[in-house]
């Protein structure tokens, strides 16, 4: 079976500061991953997607992710922190019929 | 607008009612997903369609929901005899078949139940 693990609930930046937000999983097969983030009031986006390809995967917004099998992580990143970066994120695997298994979520904080 | 839509936005019904919610995909994605998001926590899968088949169902589902899809275009979840447990976001996803589509989702559905 596929979990998700989102190391932080709540990750507070100054804006211009780099971005962490953690993820591990755990999947019986090679899996698919995703990152998708959740502004209030609006619906989920995807930021981008991992499927075997390059390890570090870049995506919109100056987001990128680098999936680490020996370490099962994938681990989102972003050099600079902006205002409108403050959001929800989920980190997603892909089970094998394609149904998304989501994590808790972590709640993203920009300082200004 | 090409994306997902999901009608109504936001319900509020009493305990023991029925609703139905529905959703409207990409017009050229033969798949379309049931969440559901309760507060604090990520979406859960409830059930998916390929065309018109329902091809699986979580057993997070009773057997007070019931979700269709007829002609493999919009579908509609329905939950009959509310409870306060109900009471979550609902969110539809559409994307095509194949072992790593993106999966694009609608703005979702609150319920309420009172």
């Known amino acids: 079976a596929q979990s998700v693990t989102q190391l932080d609930s709540h990750v507070s930046v100054s804006e211009g500061t780099p971005v962490l937000l953690r993820c591990n999983y755990s999947?019986?097969?090679?899996?698919?991953l995703f990152w998708y983030v959740q502004h209030p009031n609006k619906g989920l986006q995807l930021l981008l997607k991992y499927t075997s390809a390059a390890t570090l995967v870049k995506g919109i917004n100056g987001f990128e992710a680098e999936f680490k099998k020996s370490e099962t992580s994938f681990h989102l990143t972003k050099p600079s922190a902006h205002m409108s970066d403050a959001a929800e994120y989920f980190c997603?695997?892909?089970?094998?019929?394609?149904?998304?298994?989501f994590g808790a979520g972590t709640i993203l904080r920009v300082k200004s | 607008d090409t994306g997902v839509s999901q009608d109504p936005r936001h319900k509020i019904t009493k305990r023991g009612q029925n609703v139905t919610f529905r959703c409207d995909p990409i017009?050229?994605?033969?798949?379309l997903y049931w969440y559901r998001q309760t507060l604090g926590q990520g979406p859960e899968f409830l059930t998916y369609?390929?065309?018109?088949?329902?091809?699986?169902k979580s057993r997070l589902l009773s057997d007070r929901f019931s979700a269709e899809r007829p002609k493999g275009s919009f579908s509609t979840l329905e939950i009959q005899r509310t409870e306060q447990g109900d009471s979550a976001m609902y969110l539809c996803?559409?994307?095509?078949?194949?072992?790593?589509?993106?999966?694009?989702f609608g703005p979702g559905t609150r319920l309420t139940v009172l």
């Open positions: 997603v695997v892909s089970d094998p019929r394609n149904k998304l298994v």
């Open positions: 017009s050229e994605h033969n798949r």
């Open positions: 369609f390929q065309n018109e088949a329902q091809l699986e």
């Open positions: 996803a559409s994307g095509s078949s194949g072992r790593t589509d993106t999966q694009y």
């Open positions: 999947s019986s097969y090679s899996p698919s």
